[in-house]
Nanobody, 123 residues
Framework: QVQLVESGGGSVQPGDSLRLSCAAS????????IGWFRQAPGKEREFVAA????????YYADSVKGRFTISRDTAKNTVYLQMNNLKPEDTAVYYC????????????????WGQGTQVTVSS
């Protein structure tokens, strides 16, 4: 059974940091690129960051570039999203997704999705 499980969300103040985790099981992890997306209340889901199969290539949305870092630990089948200097506009449910076609900003190219973890940034 394919599973992606996000964790690490929470409520923080502006300027704080969080690290999200995405743990995968049930499929050949090494063959898949991993992306993070987020959806704020009343808005469409949007791309945040992605990492390729080897972990050697990453890509970020302009809104998070320089503040967020995506990485993967192959031995643990886990991808991380380190989020620094969080802003209120980062408030959203964060989802990880796995896709076999390499890094993409398009949701349609990801086959498996997690259930999401809530991140709230508020003073």
């Amino acid at each position: 059974q394919v599973q992606l499980v996000e964790s690490g969300g929470g409520s923080v103040q502006p300027g704080d940091s969080l690290r999200l985790s995405c743990a995968a099981s049930g499929f050949i992890w090494d063959y898949y690129a991993i992306g993070w997306f987020r959806q704020a209340p009343g808005k469409e889901r949007e791309f945040v960051a992605a990492i390729n199969r080897s972990g050697g290539t990453t890509y970020y949305a302009d809104s998070v570039k320089g503040r967020f870092t995506i990485s993967r630990d192959t031995a643990k089948n886990t991808v991380y999203l380190q989020m620094n200097n969080l802003k209120p506009e980062d408030t959203a449910v964060y989802y990880c997704a796995a896709g076999p076609r390499g890094i993409s900003t398009s949701m349609s190219l990801y086959d498996y999705w997690g259930q999401g973890t809530q991140v709230t940034v508020s003073s």
